[in-house]
T-cell receptor
């Protein structure tokens, strides 16, 4: 079975600081990885995804993530955060079984102070 | 494109009654829809996977007789919480995906409060 772990539950930082959120998955056969964001009061939105090719993936709003197969990791980064990046971030990966079910990490709540 | 809607966005019901939540893919055909439950400050927990025209597949620990799922068309899936109890109060989120795709598009969620 797939498991996805996110290292930080809460992150507090100031505007212009750099952000990196860790994500590790367990099933090595997966090559489809996702980061979703949930802004306060809003629904989940896709931030970026990796399917194949360049392991450094660029998403919306200046976010990027790097797929490192040897480390089973897909960490999310943003060089300079803004107050509007305050949200909860979820990493997700499909499992080994059929059905395209996504397993979500526990989420990381990010608070950016103005 | 790829918009998913849910109705209602919030509902309050009395204990013992049933509540139906609709999930619609507005601009694409969703061969598979997923139902999740999200408790406050927690991650999404998959409840069931529903494929159009067939029975839903429930995750371990989810009561199929309590959470009835119907996926009658390629754009609509419904979740009915039967004989609701206060512990069923939660945020229910659906997602939809196109055929042969891992990417899921999420609805805005339905907040259910059972009194």
């Amino acid at each position: 079975a797939q498991s996805v772990s996110q290292h930080n539950h809460h992150v507090i930082l100031s505007e212009a600081a750099s952000l990196e959120l860790g994500c590790n998955y367990s099933y090595g056969g997966t090559v489809n990885l996702f980061w979703y964001v949930q802004y306060p009061g809003q629904h989940l939105q896709l931030l970026l995804k990796y399917f194949s090719g360049d392991p450094l993936v660029k998403g919306i709003k200046g976010f990027e993530a790097e797929f490192i197969k040897s480390k089973f990791s897909f960490n999310l980064r943003k060089p300079s955060v803004q107050w509007s990046d305050t949200a909860e971030y979820f990493c997700a990966a499909p499992g080994a079984a059929a059905g395209n079910k996504l397993t979500f990490g526990g989420g990381t709540r990010v608070l950016v102070k103005p | 494109g790829a918009v998913v809607s849910q109705h209602p966005s919030w509902v309050i019901c009395k204990s013992g009654t049933s509540v139906k939540i609709e999930c619609r893919s507005l601009d694409f055909q969703a061969t598979t829809m997923f139902w999740y439950r999200q408790f406050p400050k927690q991650s999404l927990m998959l409840m069931a996977t529903s494929n159009e025209g067939s029975k839903a597949t429930y995750e371990q620990g989810v009561e199929k007789d309590k959470f009835l799922i119907n996926h009658a068309s390629l754009t609509l899936s419904t979740l009915t919480v039967t004989s609701a109890h206060p512990e069923d109060s939660s945020f229910y989120i659906c997602s939809a995906r196109r055929q042969a795709s891992y990417e899921q598009y999420f609805g805005p969620g339905t907040r259910l409060t059972v009194t």
